[in-house]
C-alpha cells in the first residue's frame, strides 16, 4: 500500500486511529512504570585447603595441637567442587532464602558454582538482585555473609579446629551492581512496532469492509433493477 493512500484510510478512521495510539501509549507506559529495572552485584570466592595434621615436631614445640582436631572430612572429597554444590544448595533452600529476605536480602539473589576457572574449580559465585544498584549490592552482601557463615558452620559441627578449617579466599567482594539486561526494552519495542502495524491495519481493514459492503449493495441494487 503507497503511503499517501495509507495516511487517507487513517485520517477517515481517525477515531479509531486514536484509539490504537491511545492503546498502545498505555502498554507502553505501563511497561515503564510496572516493570522496574534489575540490577545485579557479583561475588565470588574461592575455598582455601587448610594444612595438613601438625607433624612431631609441632606437636612437641606445641603440645595443645596434639588435642586440636585436625581430620576435616570435607578435606576428603577428590573433587573440591562437591563442597561448592553443598554450600550453593544449603543457601537457596526455602528456609536459607526466606530467612535472607527477612535479613533484607532480595529474594531473586543466586549462589552456584563458579565457572569462570572451569566447572570443577572450588570457586563460589553469589549474584545479588535487586531494583536499585545499592539494593543488589546489599543482597549480595547479606547472601555472602550467611554463605561463608555457613561453610564455617558445618566444618565446626564436626568438631574441627579452627586452625584445620576450609576458609574463603575473596576473588571478588561484592562493591558495586550494574544494570541488567531486561525484557523490558524488548516488551516496550515489541508494543511500539504491534501498534505502529495497527495504527494502518486495522483502518485498511475497515476500509476494505466499508468497500466490500458497497460493492455488495450495488450488487443487490443491480439485480433488482429491471432490465
Known sequence: MDLLPAVRTVWRYRLVAIAVLLLTGAGAGYLLVAQQPTYEAAASFVLINPPGPPSDAEIKANPALARTRADNPYTRFDNPWVIVEVLAQAATTNAARAGLVRAGA?????????????????????????PTAAAAVGTARLVSKAVTAELYRMQRAQGVHDRY????????????????PSKQLRNLAAVLALGGVLL??????????RRWSL?????????????
Open 106 to 130: 532480595d529474594e531473586r539473589y543466586r549462589v552456584a558454582p563458579g565457572t569462570k576457572f572451569g566447572f570443577m574449580s572450588p570457586v563460589v559465585q553469589i549474584t545479588g538482585v535487586g
Open 215 to 227: 460493492e455488495a449493495s450495488r450488487e443487490a441494487v443491480a439485480r433488482r433493477t429491471p432490465r
Open 200 to 209: 494502518f491495519a486495522v483502518p485498511a481493514v475497515l476500509d476494505a469492509i
Open 165 to 180: 578449617l576450609i576458609k574463603p579466599l575473596w576473588l571478588e567482594e561484592p562493591a558495586e551492581a550494574a544494570l541488567r
